[in-house]
C-alpha cells in the first residue's frame, strides 16, 4: 500500500521525506536502504546525503515531517472546537484517521523503530509532554466552564492521553474498527460517564 501524503511535492528535500515515508513503512527502519529512498524520490543517492547525513538522522527528520503533517491536522480540526466533549471528539477521531491512513508507518515507530538511543527517547517523551499538557489544560478549561467535574487535572489528563494512545495503538495494530466515528463516541461515552452504573 502506498501512503499518499496531504501536501504537494515541494523541493527535493520534501520528496526525499516524502519516499521515506515509505520506504521505511514498507521495509522498516533496519531493512530501509537508502539508495531505495533516492530511486523512490527520484534522485540519486548521492543526493540524500546531501541533505541528510545519514539513515537515522533521515529518519529523525522524517519523524519530524508526519509530525508536522500531523499538527497542521490538529490545528484545523481540533483547535477549532468549542467545549471539552467536540474537542476530544474530534482529537480522538482525527487522530485514528490519521493513524489508520499512515498505519504502516505507525508500526514501524512502535515495533521497528531504530533503537531507543537517547535522541529517539527525548523526542517520544517531548511528545507525550506535549499531549499531557494539552489533556490536563482541557480539563481545566472544563472545569472553569462547567463541563468537567472537579477532578485532578493532572491525573485526568494521564488518563485522557492513556485512551487516546490506546486506541491509536488498537488502530495501528490491532483490527480497525469498521465504524470509525462510532468507535470514538463509545470510548467518549466510557470517558465522560466512568463505569459506574447509574444511580
Not at 34 to 48: D, L, S
Not at 105 to 131: C, F, G, I, T
Request: glycine share 6%.
Amino acid at each position: 500500500m502506498e501512503i499518499q501524503i496531504d501536501r504537494p511535492s515541494g523541493d527535493k528535500r520534501e520528496q526525499i521525506l516524502e519516499a521515506a515515508i515509505q520506504i521505511f513503512a514498507h521495509q522498516g527502519f533496519h531493512d530501509a536502504k537508502v539508495e531505495e529512498i533516492a530511486a523512490a524520490a527520484g534522485v540519486g543517492k548521492g543526493t540524500v546525503y546531501e541533505y541528510f547525513r545519514s539513515k537515522e538522522e533521515l529518519f529523525y527528520e522524517m519523524l519530524d515531517f508526519v509530525r508536522a503533517l500531523y499538527v497542521d491536522q490538529f490545528q484545523k480540526e481540533v483547535l477549532t472546537a468549542t467545549g471539552v466533549n467536540e474537542t476530544l471528539k474530534r482529537m480522538f477521531l482525527n487522530h485514528l484517521k490519521f493513524i489508520y491512513r499512515h498505519r504502516d508507518m505507525a508500526r514501524v515507530l512502535l515495533v521497528n523503530h531504530p533503537v531507543m538511543d537517547d535522541k529517539l527517547y527525548r523526542w517520544v517523551l517531548s511528545r507525550r509532554q506535549e499531549m499531557l499538557t494539552f489533556c490536563e489544560e482541557l480539563v481545566r478549561r472544563g472545569i472553569a466552564s462547567g463541563e468537567v467535574r472537579e477532578v485532578n487535572p493532572a491525573v485526568a489528563g494521564l488518563m485522557i492521553a492513556g485512551i487516546f494512545n490506546s486506541l491509536g495503538n488498537q488502530v495501528a495494530l490491532g483490527e480497525t474498527p469498521a465504524d470509525l466515528p462510532r468507535f470514538v463516541s463509545q470510548a467518549l461515552d466510557v470517558l465522560m460517564k466512568g463505569l459506574a452504573p447509574k444511580d
